[in-house]
């Protein structure tokens, strides 16, 4: 199959219009909308091309982003996805590995998460005063840089703008879950998604999806994407959106 990453498509932009990277979502969805079971036991369910399609995406970006509950849900490690992608990595001018970008408001991502062990990008955390003395301390201890925001929550918009003119991130994916993205898609700060869609039913209303936290209230006030592309391969689809207008223009027009 083709990849659904154009080909004139830079893997980062020449000039950014804006002032912090460009940010794609990456997530893969069942045919009713869930990304993980209501039990949360089973949170892989795309096919090979999907987990390729997923290494390949990381690729093109010099940073991840992730949730705690992810983190800590799945024991991903967000690494580059081995030789083949490292490679990848290189002829596009990026480092070998991602930075890794966490995100926890209450330092719940344990010492013990697998993420820690791997030495691989260097590991950013967001967080807040929430947390707690302690709890920030001890990220300190894990993590090569961590930035605390009020305990109102994290500014993402600051958080994103902080890892472009600090670590020249200009290209970020962000592989969810649903609480992050919602915050990230709130903010008006979701450039493109990339969304797997799986030949699975899930049901179930605990169950994640896309898009959780706090959402929007009215179709005026809910983010729009345009279909950009549709790649079928297998028994799955390969969509990407892209933001309608200008997310910053949005953020900036929000109440
Ligand atoms: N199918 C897919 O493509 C896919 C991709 C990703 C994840 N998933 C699934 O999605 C599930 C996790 O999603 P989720 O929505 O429960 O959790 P999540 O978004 O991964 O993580 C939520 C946690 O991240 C922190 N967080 C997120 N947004 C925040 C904000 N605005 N301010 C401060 N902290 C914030 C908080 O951490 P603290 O609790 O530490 O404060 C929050 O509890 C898992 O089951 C995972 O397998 C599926």
Same mark, same amino acid.
């Given at each position: 199959m083709p990849s659904p990453l154009t /080909?004139?498509?830079? &893997?980062? /932009?020449? #000039?950014?219009? @804006?002032?912090?990277?460009f940010v794609l979502l990456n997530v893969a969805m069942t045919a009713d909308a869930k990304i993980a079971t209501a039990t949360r036991r089973t949170t892989t369910? $795309? &096919? /090979?091309? =999907?987990q390729e399609h997923l290494y390949e995406l990381r690729a093109t970006a010099d940073a991840i982003l992730c949730g705690a509950r992810t983190l800590i849900e799945t024991g991903a490690t967000l690494g580059n996805g081995g030789r083949r992608f490292g490679q990848l990595r290189t002829a596009a001018s990026l480092s070998r590995y991602p930075v890794r970008v966490l995100v926890t408001g209450? $330092? &719940?991502i344990p010492s013990c998460a697998p993420v820690w062990a791997r030495k691989w990008g260097p590991i950013i955390v967001l967080t807040t005063a929430k947390a707690g003395e302690q709890a920030i301390a001890r990220l300190r201890r894990k993590a090569d840089w961590v930035r605390v925001y009020p305990e =109102?929550? @994290?500014?993402?918009? *600051?958080? +994103?703008?902080?890892? #472009?003119?600090?670590?020249? @991130?200009?290209r970020l994916v962000s592989e969810g879950g649903g609480? +992050?993205? =919602?915050?990230?898609?709130?903010?008006? +700060?979701? =450039?493109?998604?990339?969304?797997?869609?799986?030949?699975?039913?899930? $049901?179930g209303q605990a169950a994640p999806t896309l898009s959780d936290g706090i959402g929007f209230q009215t179709l005026a006030q809910a983010a729009g994407f345009r279909l950009h592309s549709v790649?079928?391969?297998? *028994?799955? %689809?390969? %969509?990407?959106?892209r933001a309608k207008i200008d997310p910053g223009a949005r953020r900036r027009a929000a109440p």
């Open positions: /080909p004139s498509q830079p &893997s980062r /932009p020449a #000039r950014a219009p @804006i002032p912090r990277p369910f $795309g &096919s /090979p091309r =999907d209450t $330092g &719940s =109102d929550g @994290i500014d993402f918009a *600051n958080a +994103l703008a902080w890892l #472009r003119s600090e670590f020249g @991130i200009l609480e +992050l993205n =919602d915050a990230l898609i709130r903010g008006g +700060l979701v =450039d493109e998604i990339h969304l797997t869609w799986c030949p699975w039913v899930f $049901g790649t079928p391969a297998g *028994n799955e %689809l390969f %969509l990407v959106y």
